[in-house]
C-alpha cells in the first residue's frame, strides 16, 4: 500500500486541487453498507465483488439492470454491494467509491465498471482514479486522505477476510440471497430470476 500511496501523491501534486465539498467521511461511515433498492425489502441479495474483475463488470452492466428493473426498483430486493478485491488497484477502487458521498456510491460503481478496461489498464491507474474522482465531486486530497485512513483500507479487507471465512467467498462476483450462497461468477438474469421468483411468492 505504501507504493500506492507514493505513485497518488506525486499524481496528487500534478493536478490543481479541487475545492472540496464535505469533508472525507469517517472510517465507520464510509465501511457501512451500501444498498441498492428498498432496505425494508424481504429478499437480500448479497454481492462481493472487485472493481478489477472483469466479471464483475459484465454483472453490473448485463445482468444488475434487468435485476433493477424487476426485482430491486418494485421493491422485491435490495441488492447490499460489498468489496472483496482481489489485488491493490481493486482495493485503491474501493476506497475512491466508498469516500465519495453515499448518495453517489452506485454511481461511482457505475462508471468504475464501465471504464474498468480503461482506467486498470492505463499507464498510470492512480492518476486515472483521480480524474475519475475530480468528476463525480470527490476532491483529489479527500481521496488522498480516505487512502490514508488505514481504519477504511483495514476495514475492507476485514470485509474480504470474512466473507472467505463465513461464507467461503473465494471468487468473484459471488452472491448471498437470503444469507445462502447461491450464484457465483457471471451469470446471465434468468438465473437470478429463476431463484428470486420462488423467494418472491
Given at each position: 500500500m505504501t507504493r500506492l500511496?507514493?505513485?497518488?501523491?506525486?499524481?496528487?501534486?500534478?493536478?490543481?486541487?479541487?475545492?472540496?465539498?464535505?469533508?472525507?467521511?469517517?472510517?465507520?461511515?464510509?465501511?457501512?453498507d451500501r444498498v441498492l433498492g428498498n432496505p425494508?425489502?424481504?429478499i437480500t441479495i448479497i454481492e462481493y465483488s472487485s472493481l478489477t474483475c472483469p466479471h464483475c463488470r459484465n454483472f453490473h452492466l448485463n445482468t444488475l439492470p434487468e435485476l433493477k428493473k424487476n426485482?430491486?426498483?418494485?421493491?422485491?430486493?435490495?441488492l447490499v454491494y460489498r468489496d472483496f478485491p482481489f489485488d491493490q488497484l481493486g482495493l485503491t477502487a474501493a476506497v475512491l467509491a466508498r469516500c465519495a458521498p453515499p448518495q453517489r456510491y452506485f454511481q461511482f460503481l457505475d462508471v468504475l465498471f464501465q471504464n474498468q478496461t480503461k482506467w486498470a489498464r492505463d499507464p498510470n491507474p492512480i492518476l486515472a482514479l483521480v480524474r475519475i474522482g475530480k468528476l463525480g465531486g470527490l476532491g483529489a486530497d479527500d481521496f488522498k486522505a480516505c487512502l490514508d485512513n488505514k481504519k477504511i483500507v483495514d476495514g475492507l479487507l476485514q470485509i474480504r477476510l470474512t466473507a472467505a471465512r463465513q461464507f467461503d467467498v473465494n471468487a468473484t462476483p459471488t452472491f448471498l440471497i437470503n444469507g445462502k450462497k447461491l450464484v457465483v461468477g457471471f451469470q446471465p438474469y434468468e438465473v437470478f430470476d429463476k431463484l428470486l421468483k420462488k423467494l418472491a411468492n
Amino acid at each position: 500500500m505504501t507504493r500506492l500511496l507514493a505513485i497518488l501523491a506525486t499524481a496528487v501534486a500534478l493536478l490543481v486541487t479541487v475545492p472540496a465539498g464535505a469533508a472525507p467521511p469517517s472510517a465507520e461511515e464510509a465501511l457501512t453498507d451500501r444498498v441498492l433498492g428498498n432496505p425494508d425489502a424481504p429478499i437480500t441479495i448479497i454481492e462481493y465483488s472487485s472493481l478489477t474483475c472483469p466479471h464483475c463488470r459484465n454483472f453490473h452492466l448485463n445482468t444488475l439492470p434487468e435485476l433493477k428493473k424487476n426485482y430491486l426498483d418494485t421493491g422485491k430486493a435490495k441488492l447490499v454491494y460489498r468489496d472483496f478485491p482481489f489485488d491493490q488497484l481493486g482495493l485503491t477502487a474501493a476506497v475512491l467509491a466508498r469516500c465519495a458521498p453515499p448518495q453517489r456510491y452506485f454511481q461511482f460503481l457505475d462508471v468504475l465498471f464501465q471504464n474498468q478496461t480503461k482506467w486498470a489498464r492505463d499507464p498510470n491507474p492512480i492518476l486515472a482514479l483521480v480524474r475519475i474522482g475530480k468528476l463525480g465531486g470527490l476532491g483529489a486530497d479527500d481521496f488522498k486522505a480516505c487512502l490514508d485512513n488505514k481504519k477504511i483500507v483495514d476495514g475492507l479487507l476485514q470485509i474480504r477476510l470474512t466473507a472467505a471465512r463465513q461464507f467461503d467467498v473465494n471468487a468473484t462476483p459471488t452472491f448471498l440471497i437470503n444469507g445462502k450462497k447461491l450464484v457465483v461468477g457471471f451469470q446471465p438474469y434468468e438465473v437470478f430470476d429463476k431463484l428470486l421468483k420462488k423467494l418472491a411468492n
